[in-house]
């Protein structure tokens, strides 16, 4: 089994060693001008907080909520700094860094449960749970995480109900046994599925309006081998594929599809990459098939340059993995690049400027083809800049309160790039708009987290229940102590 050391090695030859790095953070008094903070991915949060704090156990958080509690002042939580809405920093708040809140509390091996603090992020848990099982013969491992970045914290997870290429789950309310939350009032709750239950509903996707989590219990798998099945197909059969996957045992897996404009590939043809498990024997090899950082920027360039080549070499790398052998918990980590744009415009110079923003569109699995149609034509009538995209699977959750995944859903997940003037921005928000309309034609739905760009109509359509979220909010946090730019747009939205 690999070591802790032995892990970080390798994360840094894939370009993830940074996301064990903790985010630049000011001293706890805050300086007169305040300090600016934004999003790493979007880069279009920028906001001016009073100050951060970044506790380093329980009782050092549960003394800075009830000290901003009694200075009757606004606290705004971050983690890995990667959402895009403005959930993690309110404007004049004082911000709490996470990343002090670090960690395994305790491990379970006889049930497979971890607690851990909540701002532990990925790479880090999957290391230290390899670490602290050396020698095990069948060690516990993560069950998902959301893909895409890995330098995210777990109670960030939690915030958002993630979901990941897991065939058969639900978002991660699946995993969480139990968590610490500091509420208005400064108290330690502990919140599970039978203990303080509506704070449980109302914190896992709640985005950090209900408190502060502290610890996290994870439910943890037992980890195993996984062999990588690639094919490229038709979109039009894609949703039976993945079904037909599901049935024959298949873990993970997702749909990477074409996003060159110019081509008949458009939204109609993808690498369809599954994950089965394999025999326990079956050897993992040291050195397998990878792309490097190089690879990955060069695949950032040319999809923002030349798509049909980006998807070509895409498709002639994943293809040429076929077969391969991973751990089911280490196949998860990601290359992700920070601030990828600015490498990129040393490159492609202004074709670069901007960033890419991210929406999600849940529809109905058998309603998948004919959507996707209709986007496609809509994006060549109205030349939208598509850089990448997939589609992936969800399992139906009726556990928490603002749940997103109401059904089983097909996932689908666009990336446009955007300048940042007002005239790119306001352009990008009308096709966002306009694929939540035609996702709601199919009574599906869309993935709160990524923007605030949806009207009144459409979030009520696609969360009815949003009204008495933000009541709830209010009786469990009369003062509003915890707020967000997020929680802001949308209280003013339901003001009138």
């Known amino acids: 089994m690999l070591t802790r050391r032995e892990l970080l090695k390798r994360a840094t030859r894939a370009g993830i060693a940074a996301a064990l790095m903790p985010a630049a953070c000011t001293v706890p008094t805050p300086e007169p001008a305040g300090v600016w903070v934004n999003d790493v991915h979007s880069q279009l949060n920028r906001t001016r907080v009073l100050g951060i704090d970044r506790p380093a156990n329980v009782e050092a958080l549960q003394a800075v909520v009830s000290k901003a509690r009694n200075e009757e002042r606004s606290i705004s939580v971050m983690g890995g700094?990667?959402?895009?809405?403005?959930?993690?920093?309110?404007?004049?708040?004082f911000l709490i860094d996470m990343n002090g809140m670090q960690g395994i509390h305790e491990f379970d091996a006889q049930k497979g449960e971890v607690e851990i603090g909540a701002g532990m992020q990925w790479p880090e848990l999957i290391a230290d749970l390899l670490e602290l099982q050396r020698g095990r013969e069948r060690p516990w491992g993560i069950v998902q995480k959301q893909?895409?970045?890995?330098?995210?914290?777990?109670?960030?997870?939690?915030?958002?109900?993630?979901?990941?290429?897991?065939?058969?789950?639900?978002?991660?309310?699946?995993?969480?046994?139990?968590?610490?939350?500091?509420?208005?009032?400064?108290?330690?709750?502990?919140?599970?599925?039978?203990e303080n239950t509506e704070l449980f509903q109302l914190t896992i996707g709640g985005y950090g309006l209900f408190g502060v989590i502290a610890t996290v219990r994870l439910r943890l798998a037992p980890r195993q081998k996984i062999e990588r099945v690639v094919e490229v197909?038709?979109?039009?059969?894609?949703a039976s594929r993945f079904e037909e996957r599901i049935e024959q045992g298949f873990l993970f897996g997702d749909f990477q599809y074409s996003t060159d404009v110019q081509s008949e590939s458009l939204l109609r043809q993808g690498v369809f990459s599954c994950y089965?498990?394999?025999?326990?024997?079956?050897?993992v090899p040291e050195s397998q098939h990878a792309l490097s950082r190089d690879n990955w920027l060069s695949l950032l360039e040319l999809g923002h340059v030349n798509r049909a080549e980006a998807f070509?070499?895409?498709?002639?790398?994943?293809?040429?993995t076929n077969g391969q052998v991973y751990w089911s918990d280490t196949h998860q980590l990601s290359t992700y690049i920070d601030d990828y744009h600015f490498e990129l415009g040393r490159r492609i110079g202004a074709l670069s400027e901007g960033t890419e923003m991210i929406t999600e569109i849940d529809v109905p699995r058998n309603a998948l083809a004919p959507f996707l149609e209709e986007v496609r034509a809509d994006f060549i009538e109205n030349d939208v800049?598509?850089?990448?995209?997939?589609?992936?699977?969800?399992?139906?959750?009726?556990?928490?309160?603002?749940?997103?995944?109401?059904?089983?859903?097909?996932?689908?997940?666009?990336?446009?790039?955007?300048?940042?003037?007002?005239?790119?921005?306001?352009?990008?928000?009308?096709?966002?708009?306009?694929?939540?309309?035609?996702?709601?034609?199919y009574g599906g739905t869309y993935y709160l987290t990524y923007h605030r760009w949806a009207t009144r109509d459409q979030l009520l359509a696609c969360y009815p229940r949003f009204p008495e979220f933000l009541q709830l909010k209010l009786q469990h946090d009369p003062q509003e102590l915890f707020q967000s730019d997020w929680y802001r747009h949308y209280r003013a939205l339901f003001s009138g």
Request: with cysteine.
């Open 81 to 93: 700094r990667h959402a895009m809405g403005g959930q993690q920093f309110g404007s004049d708040t």
């Open 147 to 194: 893909t895409g970045a890995d330098r995210l914290s777990i109670g960030g997870a939690l915030a958002a109900n993630v979901h990941s290429r897991g065939l058969s789950y639900q978002p991660i309310v699946q995993d969480v046994e139990a968590f610490t939350l500091i509420d208005a009032r400064g108290e330690i709750l502990r919140c599970s599925r039978q």
């Open 233 to 238: 197909t038709d979109v039009s059969g894609i």
């Open 276 to 283: 089965r498990p394999v025999d326990p024997d079956t050897p």
């Open 312 to 320: 070509n070499q895409y498709s002639t790398y994943y293809l040429g």
């Open 385 to 441: 800049n598509l850089i990448y995209g997939t589609i992936r699977m969800i399992e139906r959750d009726d556990e928490t309160f603002l749940a997103w995944a109401r059904e089983p859903w097909a996932c689908i997940i666009f990336n446009l790039h955007t300048a940042h003037d007002a005239e790119s921005l306001d352009r990008t928000a009308e096709h966002f708009r306009r694929l939540i309309e035609r996702g709601r034609a």
